[in-house]
């Protein structure tokens, strides 16, 4: 601009002005442009200014670009004025098909995804590109809006403090745990405090059950020191699986027992409906996610007994309850008060003990001592053991078998209690129907294997028998393992005669020392010899 008089810059005038948008360069070359959009008075001072200038003079006046100008002068509508919808840029490839073919399709069948009818239409339709499938996604999902079924609408609910628990289960098979070299087959029972959040976790061997839901749930009460008055469960439809009408009335009427015990109203959600115990549903996933990121830590999946793994849940468990502490004592408060003793978590039956030298119980086999032979035992069925009673005399321990996975009988063996008439008979052992269920260790397994390879089997029987007396007179079960290990390695057979002296002393051997009893006068001499 030329200078005015006065040696002063005069300003330029507003219309002069780049007061519109400009091209300002970035550092890769490309350009934007910034500015504030052409508003209504821009045009209309552009279409007045354009009845006397050209396109590039009228634009400037106005305040914008020649090509805006150019772009104005063919729009017949005002920028503030809506646009007319963008019309489609090229055919619709589902125009004959979606009407006629696909809308019956989800009319009979609304639940079908999209992904299915689209493989179906390509089916009918070779020809059909496989680009279009976002548009039928696209076209399903707004058709179901308009016109699909009626949805289940999930009602967000208010929880007061101490008024409701809730107990579930979860299978925990997919992260692979290892306890005592064989893979641990169990589920996480899993109550839950919907107020507080306060969690209880508690490992199940067997399935869902009344004796693991009430074993979990009473150890979770005492646990937290009271009980809350409301307590939901599932449909309990796993518990009630291959059981009578007759069972299923029993198994119902000792859960709302339990309930009543320790003064809980029993509820139960509607079967397959598993958003209505949400409230621990959701926390089945955290749970399982939180014991996953701690194997990950750990480093390893295998534990050395189910204790170690046990501890291992009840710590991450406690580690989740200390988030949620001062929300947990302030619900204590609210609990009920929790009964003076715990209430049976136990399913009792009597079985008779057969000649085989055990009974059936559960499609599982158990030995006792053969001097049962013929009795009747109370048995106490727990989740993990078996508690024997002759009449009201406690007995022993047994721990609790399940079947196999196929279906067949599982056996529970104490060679123990067989090896005394296994002596006397040892060729039972060779088709015996729970061999490998009888050797103590796999040491044992393997040397009789090794023994039927290289001798024949009736000396491999009484050689293999006389080890498992060996290991149980002498109380060596472990020690002997370790040497029929080594002589399995070495590939030699066990020698009986090196391993009795290396076991030394053979209790038949032993001295029988016989005790003199003394007259009872001897102790009258005895107090007058003192009293003087």
């Given amino acids: 601009m030329p200078p005015q008089p006065g040696g002063v810059l005069a300003r330029a005038p507003p219309w002069s002005r780049p007061s519109g948008p400009r091209r300002i360069p970035r550092h890769n070359g490309e350009t934007f442009v910034p500015g504030r959009h052409i508003n209504d008075h821009q045009k209309r001072l552009f279409m007045r200014y354009r009845q006397t200038d050209g396109v590039a003079l009228a634009a400037a006046k106005a305040g914008f670009s020649t090509a805006a100008g150019y772009r104005l002068e063919q729009e017949r509508h005002l920028p503030s004025s809506p646009k007319p919808p963008r019309g489609r840029r090229r ?16 009319e009979a069948a609304p639940g079908l995804r999209a992904v299915a009818i689209f493989e179906e239409m390509c089916r009918r339709h070779p020809d059909l590109a496989p680009g279009v499938r976002r548009t039928l996604e696209r076209r399903i999902r707004t058709w179901r809006a308009l016109h699909g079924p009626e949805q289940e609408v999930i009602f967000r609910q208010t929880h007061e403090p101490g008024a409701m628990g809730l107990s579930d289960f979860t299978d925990m098979n997919e992260l692979g745990i290892i306890v005592a070299g064989a893979p641990l087959d ?5 109550f839950r405090l919907v107020w507080s959040g306060f969690e209880h976790a508690h490992v199940i061997l067997g399935g869902e059950s009344y004796v693991a839901l009430a074993e979990g749930l009473q150890n979770a009460l005492w646990l937290l020191g009271g009980a809350p008055r409301e307590h939901r469960s599932d449909s309990l439809s796993a518990a009630f699986r291959n059981l009578t009408a007759e069972n299923v009335a029993d198994l119902t009427r000792r859960y709302d027992a339990l309930c009543t015990h320790y003064g809980m109203t ?16 959701s926390p089945h996933g955290h749970l399982k996610r939180a014991v ?24 991450i468990v406690g580690r989740q309850n200390r988030r949620h502490a001062e929300r947990i004592d302030a619900e204590r408060a609210a ?20 000649s085989s030298g055990g009974f059936t119980l559960r499609k599982v086999f158990y030995t006792v001592p053969s001097r049962l032979i013929g009795q009747r035992l109370r048995v106490r069925l727990y989740d993990n053991r078996l508690e024997l009673f002759l009449a009201a005399t406690p007995l022993m321990t047994l721990p609790r078998g399940r079947p196999q996975p196929d279906g067949r009988h599982g056996h529970v063996v104490d060679y123990r209690h067989v090896i005394h008439s296994l002596r006397r008979k040892p060729m039972a052992l060779l088709n015996l129907v729970y ?27 009484r050689i293999m028998v006389e080890l498992l007396a060996i290991a149980h007179e002498r109380a060596c079960e472990a020690e002997l ?14 020698d009986l005669k090196a391993i009795r002296q290396r076991f030394a002393p053979d209790p038949a051997s032993l001295p029988a020392l016989t005790i003199p009893t003394m007259p009872l006068a001897s102790y009258d001499i005895l107090l007058q010899g003192a009293a003087a």
């Fill in 91 to 106: 055919p619709d490839p589902l125009a004959t098909i979606f009407d006629a073919e696909v809308v019956p399709l989800l």
């Fill in 186 to 190: 169990h589920r996480l029972y899993h």
């Fill in 266 to 281: 029993p509820s139960r959600n509607n079967r397959g409906v598993a958003h209505e115990n949400g409230a621990i549903e």
């Fill in 292 to 315: 996953r990121d701690a194997l990950l830590l750990r480093g390893s999946t295998v534990f050395v007994d189910l204790e170690a793994y046990r501890r291992f849940i009840a710590e």
């Fill in 335 to 354: 609990l009920q008060k929790l009964p003076d003793q715990r209430t049976a978590d136990y399913e009792e039956t009597v079985v008779t003990v057969t």
């Fill in 435 to 461: 061999r490998h269920q009888l050797f103590p260790r796999d040491a044992y397994r393997r040397t009789f294997e090794h023994l039927l390879e290289q001798t024949p089997p009736r000396d491999a029987c």
């Fill in 481 to 494: 393992a370790s040497v029929l290990a080594a002589d399995i390695k070495a590939g030699r057979q066990p």
